[in-house]
């Protein structure tokens, strides 16, 4: 049974803040891919990554950025969190094209 | 470029009626279509996928090719069937997804 875990469910942090969001998958899935869900928006792709220490950009990288320095953990970071970012964000893995994704619980960050 | 629609945001029906969440995409070559879905208070789990041609909890899908449509379907709604439905799209290279922007489906009795 794919477990795929996220470190927190509820962030709240400050406007200017640095925040780190885990997330850990124990499939040994290659793939892994953080998203934010806003309501009326759908699930958007910030970062994904295929291989230990490679990151490609998603739809809306910018205010984002990723590290994946073991196969299991993909982190996705806020150098300086902003109000717009408040969501949730869902972390995801999958072991290969047309599998399914699984997803992580989310994790509901409000910045203030 | 590739998109997925959801025209609906919200569908209300009651139990024992029949369901259609609506999808349409927009992708050049041979698309994977899957639908997802979210119950309340869980994570976000795969529902189907077009390539299984299977039945899940009831609901079917068909891949339209000449409506570029996957709309989900359903013959008779339960209220355990209430929640946010994602209609997804693999993207051309790789695994990432496209996903719609939802629609919420609500079974009363």
């Known amino acids: 049974d794919v477990k795929v875990t996220q470190s927190s469910r509820y962030l709240v942090k400050r406007t200017g803040e640095k925040v780190f969001l885990e997330c850990v998958q124990d499939?040994?899935?290659?793939?892994m891919f953080w998203y934010r869900q806003d309501p009326g928006l759908g699930l958007r792709l910030i970062y994904f990554?295929?291989?230990?220490?490679?990151?490609e950009k998603g739809d809306i990288p910018e205010g984002y950025s990723v590290s994946r320095e073991k196969k299991e953990r993909f982190s996705l970071i806020l150098e300086s969190a902003s109000t717009n970012q408040t969501s949730m964000y869902l972390c995801?893995?999958?072991?290969?094209?047309?599998?399914?994704?699984?997803f992580g619980p989310g994790t509901r960050l409000t910045v203030t | 470029a590739q998109r997925v629609t959801q025209p609906e945001k919200l569908l209300s029906v009651f139990k024992g009626a029949p369901v259609e969440l609506k999808c349409n995409y927009s992708?050049?070559?041979?698309?994977?279509l899957f639908w997802y879905v979210q119950y309340s208070r869980q994570r976000l789990q795969l529902l189907l996928r077009?390539?299984s041609r299977e039945s899940i909890k009831g609901f079917t899908a068909d891949l339209n090719k000449g409506e570029t449509s996957f709309h989900l379907k359903k013959p008779f709604a339960q209220e355990e069937d209430s929640a946010m439905y994602y209609c997804?799209?693999?993207?051309?290279?790789?695994?990432?997804?496209?996903f719609g922007k939802g629609t919420t489906l609500s079974v009363s009795s």
């Open positions: 992708y050049s070559g041979s698309p994977e």
């Open positions: 990554s295929y291989d230990v220490k490679m990151k």
């Open positions: 077009h390539i």
């Open positions: 499939m040994d899935h290659e793939n």
């Open positions: 995801a893995s999958i072991l290969g094209q047309g599998n399914e994704q699984y």
């Open positions: 997804a799209l693999s993207r051309e290279a790789g695994t990432a997804l496209i």
